[in-house]
C-alpha cells in the first residue's frame, strides 16, 4: 500500500515493502465569505457579491466538529464551468491504514492522483479528499467510520457546496480502496457506519472506483504467497494491526471476514470499476477478481482492469485508456 514519498531517507520501494508485502492555491476573486457552520474550512476562492460563482477549493473542513485532523477533508470544485451542483467523486487516500493524507491528492511525487484530480475537474466533476485515523492509534471499524461521517456531511450539506447529494461515488487507492469500498457497501449497516457527525442521511453513493485496493483480508495473504511469494502474514501484518487479530487464524479470521468489503456484496451495491496490478505485491489483483466476481454473480455493473504493473504504479493515473474509462464509467453511473 501506497506511502507519501516524504517520510525522510526513504524510498518509494522500501515505503512499499514497509507496508507488508495540494494542488496550487486560487488567488481570491473578492473576499472570502465567512467562514460556514457545518465545515469551518478555509476558503481560497469566492464569489464577487451578487454572483453565483461558486467557491471552488476549501481546505480543513471539519465533518464531525471536533476539530482534529482526521476529522477534515479537503474539496475542490471546477472552474468556469457555473454554479453547479456537481457530481462529486470522493477521493479516500492510501498508506497502508498507516499513513497518507488528504493532500496527497494535490502533489505529483510518488503517486500521480493530482492528474486524475485534475482530469475529473476538467470533466465537470467535485473532487473531496478526506483524511481518517491511521495505524498504530485505531482499529477496524474507526477509519472506516471517518469517511462515512466526510460522505454523510458532504451530502447534508451539498447544496452549501455546490454539490448534488443524489450524484456521489468513492473511489481510493490500496487502503484508501479498502476503506471507500466498506463505506460503499454498506450504507445500511449502522453499527459499520458509525454515527459521527450529521446522521441525518446515509453515506449512499452511485458507484465505486478501486486502485489497487484490497477487498477480502481474510485472503490477502494467500493471495501474496500466490502471486509474490508471500508477505507478512499474522497479527503483525498491516491488516492485521488493522483488525487487531491474526487474520489467518481461524480466531481472527471471523475480524477479517467482517472488515473485508466482498462480504457486503449484494444487488443493491453500487457499480463497480476496479483497476489492479498483475504484479502487485501489496494488493494483489485476485483481491480486484474476487470482488469483481462477486459483484457480477450478484448482478451489479462492475468492470476490471489489470495491468502489468506493480503497486501504486504511475500508469494507474496516467495512463489516457485508464482516463477514458474512468471518464466512461463514472458519466454512465453517476453524471447522468
Not at 73 to 78: A, I, K, V
Not at 137 to 144: A, E, G, S
Not at 256 to 263: C, H, L, Q
Request: hydrophobic letters at 35%; charged letters at 20%; proline letters at 9%.
Amino acid at each position: 500500500m501506497r506511502w507519501r514519498a516524504v517520510f525522510a531517507g526513504v524510498g518509494v520501494a522500501g515505503m512499499l515493502a514497509a507496508c507488508g508485502g495540494g494542488g496550487p492555491t486560487e488567488s481570491p476573486t473578492a473576499t472570502p465569505t465567512p467562514a460556514h457552520t457545518s465545515g469551518s474550512g478555509s476558503e481560497t476562492s469566492a464569489a464577487p457579491s451578487g454572483t453565483a460563482t461558486p467557491v471552488t477549493e476549501r481546505v480543513d473542513i471539519d465533518v464531525v466538529g471536533d476539530g482534529i485532523p482526521e476529522h477534515k477533508l479537503d474539496l475542490f470544485l471546477p472552474k468556469d464551468q457555473g454554479p453547479g451542483p456537481f457530481p462529486l467523486v470522493i477521493w479516500v487516500h492510501g498508506g497502508g491504514w498507516q499513513g497518507g493524507d488528504k493532500s496527497d491528492i494535490g502533489r505529483g511525487e510518488d503517486i500521480q492522483m493530482v492528474q486524475t484530480k485534475e482530469l475529473l475537474l476538467d470533466h465537470g466533476y467535485a473532487v473531496a479528499a478526506p483524511n481518517y485515523h491511521v495505524l498504530p492509534n485505531t482499529k477496524f471499524p474507526q477509519p472506516m467510520q471517518d469517511v462515512s461521517a466526510a460522505v454523510r456531511h458532504l451530502r447534508a450539506h451539498a447544496a452549501e457546496y455546490g454539490l448534488d447529494s443524489q450524484r456521489f461515488a468513492l473511489m481510493g487507492d490500496s487502503a484508501g480502496g479498502h476503506l471507500a469500498s466498506m463505506t460503499a457497501m454498506t450504507p445500511d449497516k449502522p453499527d459499520l457506519q458509525g454515527t459521527l457527525g450529521d446522521t441525518s442521511v446515509d453515506a449512499r453513493v452511485k458507484a465505486f472506483v478501486g486502485v489497487y485496493g484490497i477487498y477480502d483480508l481474510t485472503m490477502r495473504t494467500e493471495d501474496q504467497k500466490n502471486v509474490c511469494g508471500g508477505g507478512k502474514p499474522g497479527a503483525e501484518s498491516s491488516h492485521g494491526r488493522l483488525v487487531g487479530a491474526d487474520p489467518d487464524s481461524p480466531e481472527g479470521e471471523p475480524a477479517a471476514r467482517a472488515a473485508s468489503p466482498v462480504t457486503y456484496v449484494g444487488p443493491q451495491s453500487p457499480p463497480a470499476l476496479l483497476l489492479a496490478g498483475r504484479q502487485d505485491c501489496t494488493a494483489p489483483y485476485p483481491q480486484a477478481q474476487r470482488f469483481h466476481d462477486a459483484l457480477k454473480a450478484a448482478g451489479v455493473p462492475t468492470e476490471l482492469t489489470i495491468i502489468d504493473k506493480s503497486h501504486g504504479d504511475p500508469q494507474f493515473f496516467t495512463d489516457p485508456a485508464i482516463h477514458d474509462q474512468l471518464l466512461r464509467f463514472l458519466d454512465s453511473h453517476v453524471k447522468n
